[in-house]
């Protein structure tokens, strides 16, 4: 049979059958059944006044007031980061709200985790720290980020971590943002009917908007983060639907923010829950998370991954799910029909969100630890309830995950040498071509993790370094790709470099606020030496195969602000304008040397990329890569052997001889 | 690192900090917590833990803090499968492992346990004191090996081997094949001039016993110093490390980070591991890369060619029967050169090895032929000199063949057929240097006394005085003079350098076929190099730090202002150094190609002069004209009655037509600021198609100082042909005609200038 699910993640083709069974569809069989609107998906669809909604199409060149396609089709794109940069930024908000009731002492089993780190936040937020306690100190970063949200004017602090000529670029652009929420207001403001009437100058909004989310919103969230639940550092952890047990109980934690999953993490741990359920029939407690809620706590506790955006309906077909507890963001409606026709318990938390037909247990910081441990026992006493067949797919793969910007600085060099300097040194040299951060969503319209794992598949092995966040590195985990061990299917040059350090070609720097830390890893490359002086200098891209919520476009379009050259799959939601399509790419390229396309095709899209990076390299008259120059590292395998034989066979004066020997022996 | 590597050296690492801890424990029950420690005559106390953690170690409790914080940096090896990273893992681990094996040794030197003993059997001695004269016991004859070595050797050799004198030192551990081969590979680093520090052994043998057995002097005075026979007294290789940036670089112990990169960038130290590496080995080879130190063994081991700790590879496998050699000397050899490669130890040679006086100051010296023992090349004979780039590999550093006879047998005042061949490869060179180095053998040889180097190219013409062959000056000494000069003006790029002096007539011939190809193309390629053809410029802000606010933007056809930097050298220059003061500005997009405005340039030029320059067209005098630091060649001005420009050369002291000579003029052409009519350039600028091109070109000239004329009659009057004006040169005044406008003008009438005929050039 051949599936109707749309997807190379066989968890969830397994389940398909499942599915029809309970005559539950899911999102495959929607998206299968309800087509995109042509209209709207090209942009030209306006509806931002009661004269509309009106249609650019076909001889209809401008709406109703007036507007053209162009003006549409930039409002409509203007509209989508700010919805995305207010989704990042409220989680930064929530982030600071918390710091500062952890202070003051009013958050329930928080604390301060990373003191360095609040230092280290501190110094760029101008916080005073000598002589100071921890707990003055979070709280003075606390308010002062808030206040980030609230400026009227400057700049906000965070862009002074960019190189200075980034800085510059955008003070002579005027994109700096000036306070998070003016420009999310601002953006829509402008979009409003009758206002903003130049797609040019509409896109300049966009572009200063994005930048409060990049270099403000979410950058608080991941450094906030890191200060109360530690910077992450490398963990063995596993990815996939088979990661759920049949004898435990199955508690999914689904959504975005860490605050709360933070507080279940600690309390299934504890004994007193354990207990309970065993005292239920369960051998214990199996916590797995899903979305950017996993990738928060993979990072820092391991907690293993159920899979990715599109797995969370397939999630609950196993009838292994005994709650699923969700916040905010990427949560699909559905999973309440789908939960009611299994056993599974779905849970809302957040103060922002509701779904009718869900239980909702209110969260808030004062008393985290008891509403989570209300939450572990409800799901807990569900565990008696199951009722349909456990049907779990022994489909899973061990993987690394915990890398931050700190810890990627200390694996090139330990405590002493820690720098760029490895990497910068094989960009020059060639071993590696370039970086990619290939992050971003799951998107049912085309097939499940295939696009974005072609283009990570073929990225290493051309020898370009991939990072990669939210829904993407979950995929990549799915597939063995945070694997050392998947060095070998890398270029020989990035092989050497991964092979010195030990780590995969693929590195999982966590959720997506955490693309935040992409920046920072890149300011840091480009302010080490040797690959120019900005951003925009370096052979890097980004992209995002599978995208499709409107955060992604916020994260595309401050990667183009900062300079990266930014590559979207799926379908060109600008194709509407052409001059809006050349804006985003010709023009933002003069002007910001970064740019925001829309390559459908993955061939195509790959090879944009290649071009992209060797173009960068010969700008910086770098040698051009060759893929047959490097790769005489290594040896370990022959080491192995060669410890096989007996002592006295051992002869390490020649290759050659102890070669022979070895090959004797065998 | 490799996982291997790292597995073996966490597990050293693990094992030795555990020894020390032991060891600790035992010497405190036996000798009290405050039993002496402290090594031979320092100010630094055990150098290496001082240098990391700042811990001034006196006494033996002094000693548990430090391994304390050694073991917080230590690590678990690395699984078999689905493994963590381990390199900051494995080099942390490195570090512990130094504070352990030092912490050993300070135990060893309370308990009276160090220097080692050492049998010496009356050979093999250096006289008096062995190592420092105040530590009783001290001294060959006393039957110790060496220990660490004093402050005050410290400070004769360190200051040498930062400011670069002396090349390096070779940290040997182990046992090496043979004794020959022993032998051979601390001659070929003395050769150097390299520091050679020995410990270690291999199964209880190590290369101090080889060069005991074969009589090989070791001591302060020969450059060899045996620390220990085990691993431990590796450590005292590193303390000597760390005390050249405490004692030369200012440093303070716990500024380890800071200490460490100033050896990676000014000691240039590597491990010469020979025969089979154990556990406490590769900790300590961990230990070594945190200091920028590679290592390379004799042996089979993994590989780490990957650069970035260390300036060039990590880790170096070349097992010795594999080495290419005809024998096992020959592959010592080849040893120490790959080690010197590795870590791009520089050989400095500051003497040029010849029988005659050497320096620039014989540079402008003739050798009249009546003087003339010999020439090669002018009327007579043929000669050419060619200089190309090879791979590593295919050449060896310091060859120097004679091919064919020398000039013995020709009778005085005769002339030879010569060719120079110059072979150089280097990790940085490029086939774009050839022809900039190619340049530099004039002057190179013109520093010989009683040697004279004229042309370049197959127009070279090189006399050798009889005053000078008589003092022995031979053909070999060119080579020596090429060898030695280019490792010391061109050490960033160039690693190797080897000579052929072809004589046999046939030969020439032959080669002198292969130089007149590469010449050939390199002229097309020079030509090619238009502004047009290239997309990327380059600054130079070398002078910022009088004229803080002047870039000079260069290009293919306008070179600096100085003269001293073309374009090819600014890239090269970039090359050599990429933080330096020239730096690619790509074009960017071009907005006016006749005034010469681009993107790039702009930007770069408004950046880098703190703003005060917004713009800059780059072929043009009369509006936004590129400004000056000072150095400039020449200045050129407007003479608007002549409706022209003239030029003045630093070297001409007269009043010009502007009414005011070079140094007056100087004034207002430097100091960074745009004078629209007013420019500093280098004279081959005047040459170039792009010279002024918006505003007419070359003839605008009505006045040049008659000094020009004469230096570059040639290229001037092709200049003047390509633009249409043959006559050109005889059109153009110059101080003999006329000092002054009042002159200027009907002098220039008389001749039909072709400036007056042209368009206003305001």
Not at chain 1, 105 to 113: D, H, L, P, T, V
Not at chain 1, 505 to 529: K, M, Y
Not at chain 2, 17 to 42: H, M, S
Request: aromatic share 6%; proline share 5%.
């Amino acid at each position: 049979m051949s599936p109707n699910y749309q997807s190379m993640d066989p968890a969830v083709v397994a389940l398909q059958g499942i599915a029809e069974e309970a005559c539950c569809p899911t999102v495959f069989d929607r998206a299968a059944e309800l087509k995109p609107c042509p209209i709207g998906s090209t942009g030209v669809c306006c509806r931002m006044c009661g004269m509309g909604p009106c249609r650019l199409v076909g001889k209809t060149d401008r709406g109703v007031c007036g507007a053209t396609r162009a003006t549409v089709v930039a409002r409509n794109y203007t509209r989508m980061v700010a919805g995305g940069v207010s989704a990042h930024s409220d989680h930064g908000r929530d982030l600071a709200r918390t710091l500062i009731e952890t202070a003051r002492g009013e958050a329930q089993g928080y604390r301060i985790r990373d003191v360095q780190k609040l230092y280290e936040v501190a110094e760029i937020m101008e916080v005073p720290t000598k002589g100071r306690k921890v707990e003055e100190i979070a709280e003075d970063v606390g308010r002062k980020a808030l206040a980030q949200f609230g400026q009227q004017e400057g700049e906000l602090i965070y862009l002074r971590r960019a190189p200075k000529k980034r800085q510059e670029i955008w003070r002579k652009a005027g994109i700096a943002p000036r306070g998070i929420d003016r420009e999310v207001v601002e953006a829509m403001h402008r979009t409003h009917e009758g206002v903003d009437m130049d797609a040019e100058h509409i896109l300049m909004q966009a572009l200063r908007c994005s930048l409060a989310d990049g270099w403000g919103g979410s950058m608080m969230a991941t450094d906030i983060s890191d200060i109360l639940f530690g910077t992450p550092v490398p963990l063995n952890t596993y990815h996939n639907l088979g990661v759920l047990k049949e004898d435990e109980v199955n508690l999914i934690i689904h959504g975005h923010e860490p605050t709360l999953s933070e507080m279940v993490v600690a309390v299934a741990q504890t004994p007193e829950m354990q207990e309970y359920a065993r005292s239920k029939g369960a051998k214990g407690i199996n916590l797995a998370g899903m979305c950017c809620t996993a990738l928060e706590v993979l990072a820092r506790h391991g907690v293993p991954s159920a899979g990715n955006f599109l797995s969370q309906e397939i999630a609950v077909l196993t009838g292994a799910v005994d709650a699923m507890v969700v916040d905010v963001q990427c949560i699909m409606e559905a999973l309440v029909p789908v939960s009611q026709r299994f056993h599974t318990l779905l849970i809302t938390t957040s103060p922002k969100a509701k779904m009718t037909g869900a239980l909702h247990i209110e969260f808030d910081e004062e008393h985290a630890l008891d509403i989570a441990k209300e939450i572990v026992k409800r799901a807990v006493d569900n565990f008696p309830n199951r009722k349909a067949k456990v049907v779990i797919p022994k489909v899973v793969s061990p993987a690394i995950g915990g890398f931050s910007h700190e810890y990627l600085q200390y694996m090139q060099g330990g405590l002493h040498r820690g720098s760029f300097r490895p990497l910068n040194d094989a960009i020059i040299a060639g071993r590696i071509r370039g970086v990619a951060g290939v992050v971003g969503c799951n998107n049912a319209r085309v097939p499940h993790d295939e696009g974005m794992m072609k283009v990570i598949r073929t990225l290493i092995a051309n020898d370009v370094l991939v990072v990669t966040t939210g829904c993407t590195a979950h995929a990549s985990g799915k597939y063995g790709y945070l694997l050392p061990e998947m060095m070998r299917d890398a270029g020989k040059g990035l092989r050497e470099v991964c092979e010195a350090i030990g780590i995969p070609p693929v590195l999982n720097l966590g959720s997506c606020v955490d693309n935040s830390r992409i920046l920072t890893v890149l300011s840091q490359v480009a302010t080490e030496g040797g690959l120019g002086q900005d951003i925009g200098d370096l052979p890097a891209v980004g992209m995002a195969p599978e995208w499709m919520s409107e955060k992604a476009i916020a994260i595309g379009t401050y990667c183009a602000a900062s300079g990266v050259h930014t590559i979207f799959g799926v379908n060109n939601i600008v194709s509407g304008s052409p001059e809006v399509v050349e804006i985003l790419s010709k023009k933002w390229d003069e002007m910001l040397g970064g740019t925001m396309e829309f390559i459908p095709d993955y061939d195509e899209m790959i090879q944009a990329a290649l071009a992209h990076i060797d173009r960068k390299r010969a700008e910086l008259g770098l040698v051009p890569w060759d893929p047959e120059r490097y790769g005489q590292s290594g040896g370990d395998e022959l080491m192995e052997k060669i410890l096989s034989l007996p002592p006295e066979q051992r002869y390490l004066y020649s290759r050659k001889v102890v070669e022979e020997r070895v090959a004797e022996q065998v | 690192m490799s996982r291997y590597i790292a597995t073996r050296a966490l597990r050293g690492a693990n094992m030795v900090v555990r020894e020390a801890d032991q060891l600790l424990k035992q010497a405190i029950a036996e000798l009290g917590p405050d039993a002496k420690v402290e090594f031979t005559n320092t100010a630094y106390f055990l150098p290496v833990i001082y240098g990391f953690t700042g811990r001034q170690v006196t006494k033996l409790a002094d000693l548990e803090p430090v391994l304390e914080e050694a073991k917080k940096l230590l690590h678990p090896v690395p699984k078999d499968k689905n493994y963590l990273p381990y390199l900051g893992e494995t080099l942390d681990a490195g570090v512990a492992s130094l504070l352990a094996m030092e912490a050993i040794e300070g135990i060893r030197f309370a308990k009276g346990e160090e220097p080692m003993p050492f049998n010496w059997a009356g050979k093999g001695m250096v006289g008096g004191s062995f190592t420092s004269p105040e530590f009783e016991g001290a001294g060959a004859g006393d039957g110790r090996l060496n220990g660490p070595i004093d402050d005050i050797q410290l400070r004769a050799w360190g200051i040498q081997l930062v400011d670069g004198r002396m090349p390096g030192f070779a940290a040997i551990v182990g046992c090496a094949k043979s004794n020959e081969v022993a032998v051979e590979i601390v001659r070929q680093l003395q050769q150097r001039n390299i520091l050679v520090f020995l410990s270690g052994n291999v199964n209880g043998r190590s290369i101090i016993h080889q060069l005991h057995e074969e009589g090989v002097e070791m001591g302060y005075d020969t450059y060899i110093v045996p620390f220990g026979l085990d691993t431990m007294s590796a450590i005292y290789a590193l303390g000597f490390a760390t005390r050249s940036a405490l004692t030369f670089g200012g440093m303070k112990g716990g500024q380890a980070r800071e200490i460490l990169l100033y050896n990676k960038y000014r000691v240039f130290a590597f491990v010469l591991a020979l025969g089979e590496i154990d556990d406490l080995k590769y900790a300590a080879a961990a230990g070594a890369i945190s200091y920028g130190f590679p290592t390379i063994a004799d042996t089979v081991i993994p590989q780490i060619l990957p650069t970035g700790i260390t300036s060039y590879e990590h880790v170096i496998s070349m097992p010795f029967d594999d080495i290419e050699g005809e024998n096992d000397l020959e592959r010592a050899k080849r040893l120490v050169q790959r080690a010197i490669e590795v870590r791009g130890v520089k050989i400095k040679i500051t003497e040029v090895p010849i029988p005659v006086p050497y320096g620039s100051a014989f540079e402008g010296e003739r050798v009249r032929r009546a003087d003339m023992r010999i020439e090669f090349g002018g009327k007579n004979s043929r000669c050419f000199e060619y200089l190309r780039m090879r791979n590593m590999d295919e050449i060896e550093d310091h060859k120097i063949v004679i091919d064919g006879p020398g000039f013995e047998e020709v009778e005085e005042g005769g002339s030879m057929d010569m060719g120079i061949l110059v072979e150089v490869a280097g990790r940085k060179m490029q086939e774009d240097f050839e022809p900039v180095l190619e340049r530099q053998i004039h002057y190179f040889i013109n520093g010989a006394s009683g040697v004279q180097h004229i042309g370049q190219r197959d127009i070279t013409w090189i006399r050798i005085s009889k005053a000078a062959a008589q003092k022995g000056f031979n053909l070999k000494h060119l080579g020596e003079i090429l060898y030695a000069r280019f490792h010391a003006d061109f050490g960033a790029i160039v690693d190797k350098v080897q000579v052929t002096i072809i004589t046999d007539p046939k030969k020439v011939a032959e080669m002198l076929e292969v130089a007149r190809k590469a010449y050939d193309y390199r002229n097309r390629r020079l030509a090619d190099l238009t502004d047009e053809a290239v997309d990327t410029f380059y600054s130079c802000t070398l002078c910022q730090s009088f004229a803080p606010n002047h870039v000079c933007v260069v290009t293919p056809e306008r070179l600096g202002l100085c003269g001293a930097y073309n374009w090819l050298d600014c890239k090269a220059s970039y090359e050599i150094n990429p933080t330096g003061p020239n730096q690619p500005i790509p074009k960017g997009t071009c907005l006016d190609p006749v005034k010469g405005y681009f993107t790039g340039p702009n930007e770069f030029v408004k950046q880098h002069s703190n703003g005060t320059v917004e713009q800059v067209a780059l072929y043009s005098i009369m509006e936004n004209p590129m400004t000056a630091c000072g150095c400039f060649e020449c200045i050129m001005m407007v003479i608007p009655e002549a409706n022209g420009v003239m030029i003045v050369s630093r070297e001409d002291p007269s009043m010009t037509p502007a009414g005011m000579t070079f140094s007056t003029l100087a004034g207002m052409a430097g100091g960074g600021l745009q004078t629209p009519g007013v420019m500093g350039i280098g004279k081959y600028y005047i040459t170039s198609r792009k010279f002024i091109s918006a505003d007419g070109g070359l003839k605008r000239v009505v006045w040049m100082s008659s000094i020009l004329k004469q230096q570059m009659r040639e290229e001037l009057q092709k200049a003047a042909e390509r633009e249409g004006v043959p006559d050109l040169l005889d059109k153009i005044a110059d101080e003999t005609i006329c000092t002054d406008v009042d002159g200027l003008l009907p002098w220039l009438e008389e001749k039909g200038h072709p400036a007056l005929m042209m368009d206003p050039i305001f």
